[in-house]
């Protein structure tokens, strides 16, 4: 059997080439079949760009996606990544990817920490809507690259033509609103979608740890988020275990059952509690933790955080809310600062203050009900 397969990979090399094959489970490689290059796109080799010329013109100049661009199917080790929970933005769908370059591995540094990513590394995040109207068509608007250089973490933003064939580098770093609208679940919304500025990305993807300095950071791929199972296609595995066995993560990282880790909020299986604290961790804990943009404010969302007056139970405000004594008011949501500003679209109140132009209803109604299941206990 492993002769005929080994036959039968050589002839698919000599008629498709090696750069037309992808790995399985078993870190073998199997042919893409035409049906993949069927819009007569010429298909990538793994991943090549000039990391001096940084940022590139066009995302297609990385050569992290083979076939069709608008596809988003992953050249040779650009692994499809997502966390437990996702950030909202709008309502829009996101297909995140990691590359890092040829024998480089990310180590360890906490369950609530970034990974410890080497110098190259691409952390690949596209924007989408699907039944967008009036022609229920799906549409890319953005991709932003988070790419790790010697002096830390650079931004880019690539913002999709009219046709899906391409991103340019946004090269003015300003922001732009991209009227949609589009139809899920039974439900129509529009909205302008903003692209956010420089300023705007920095503002979140920023970290300052001992008061040492600000440097850019990412967001999502900590080890309490990928502790979880993804579907590759061919199998399903958890990321963590697959991203250590394709040689992503170096032997620092624990074992996985020791790892705290959060939660899909929509999982109605997991308890409440897991639930919402993994919703407000991956939605607020980027400038709610320490180092973080509004450390100055005592409330501390990262889902490490067991402290629950930190957390906001019976805590306070810093700034204050009419009818709204405490961040969070326990046993009575409505008269808590964290429902007023997560259920508000007032630029000067709302949480967060950039990521978002419309309200998260879902997400409100879990913390609601999570706030109201807590025992009243705030004098």
């Known amino acids: 059997m492993k002769k005929q397969y080994l036959l039968f990979l050589f002839t698919a090399v000599l008629i498709f080439g090696i750069n037309s094959c992808a790995l399985n489970e078993d870190d073998e490689y199997v042919p893409i079949s035409s049906e993949d290059?069927?819009?007569?796109?010429?298909?990538?080799?793994?991943?090549?760009?000039?990391?001096?010329?940084?940022?590139?013109?066009k995302l297609s100049d990385y050569h992290f996606f083979v076939g069709p661009l608008k596809n988003q199917k992953p050249a040779y080790k650009v692994l499809p990544y997502e966390p437990?929970?996702?950030?909202?933005?709008?309502?829009?769908?996101k297909k995140r990817f990691v590359w890092m370059p040829k024998g480089t591995k990310a180590t360890y540094n906490g369950d609530d920490n970034v990974l410890e990513f080497p110098v190259g590394t691409v952390l690949i995040k596209t924007f989408y809507y699907d039944h967008v109207?009036?022609?229920n068509t799906t549409k890319i608007i953005e991709t932003r690259l988070l790419i790790r250089k010697n002096d830390?973490?650079?931004?880019?933003?690539?913002?999709?033509?009219?046709?899906?064939?391409?991103?340019?580098?946004?090269?003015?770093q300003?922001?732009?609103?991209?009227?949609?609208?589009?139809?899920?679940?039974?439900?129509?919304?529009?909205?302008?979608?903003?692209?956010?500025?420089?300023?705007?990305?920095v503002t979140c993807h920023k970290i300052n740890f001992q008061q040492t300095g600000e440097k850019n950071t990412p967001i999502?791929?900590?080890?309490?988020?990928?502790?979880?199972n993804y579907n590759y296609g061919l199998f399903s595995r958890n990321q963590l275990e697959y991203w250590k066995r394709v040689g992503y993560i170096d032997n620092t990282l624990p074992p996985l059952a020791s790892i705290y880790s959060t939660v899909d909020w929509r999982d109605t299986s997991k308890s409440l509690e897991l639930r919402a604290r993994s919703y407000i961790d991956i939605n607020c804990a980027h400038c709610h933790r320490v180092g973080g943009h509004c450390d100055y404010v005592p409330q501390q969302f990262n889902f490490?955080?067991?402290?629950?007056?930190?957390?906001?139970?019976?805590?306070?405000?810093?700034?204050?809310?009419?009818?709204?004594?405490?961040?969070?008011?326990?046993?009575?949501?409505?008269?808590?600062?964290?429902m007023y500003r997560i259920n508000t679209n007032e630029g000067s109140e709302m949480m967060p203050i950039i990521g978002r132009t419309i309200i998260h209803e879902e997400g409100v109604a879990l913390m609601r009900e999570y706030i109201n299941s807590l025992p009243n206990q705030c004098p």
């Open 37 to 57: 290059n069927k819009d007569g796109g010429t298909i990538a080799g793994p991943v090549r760009f000039d990391f001096s010329a940084v940022p590139l013109a």
């Open 220 to 228: 999502g791929p900590k080890p309490q988020n990928l502790n979880t």
């Open 84 to 93: 437990a929970s996702s950030l909202f933005s709008d309502y829009a769908h």
């Open 152 to 172: 830390g973490w650079k931004l880019y933003d690539y913002i999709w033509n009219a046709d899906q064939t391409e991103a340019f580098l946004d090269t003015n």
């Open 133 to 135: 109207q009036p022609l």
């Open 304 to 338: 490490s955080n067991t402290d629950m007056y930190t957390f906001g139970v019976c805590l306070p405000p810093l700034f204050n809310i009419p009818d709204s004594p405490y961040v969070i008011n326990a046993g009575d949501a409505e008269h808590s600062e964290l």
């Open 174 to 201: 300003n922001g732009i609103f991209v009227p949609i609208t589009w139809t899920e679940n039974n439900v129509t919304r529009s909205i302008d979608y903003k692209i956010p500025s420089q300023t705007e990305c």
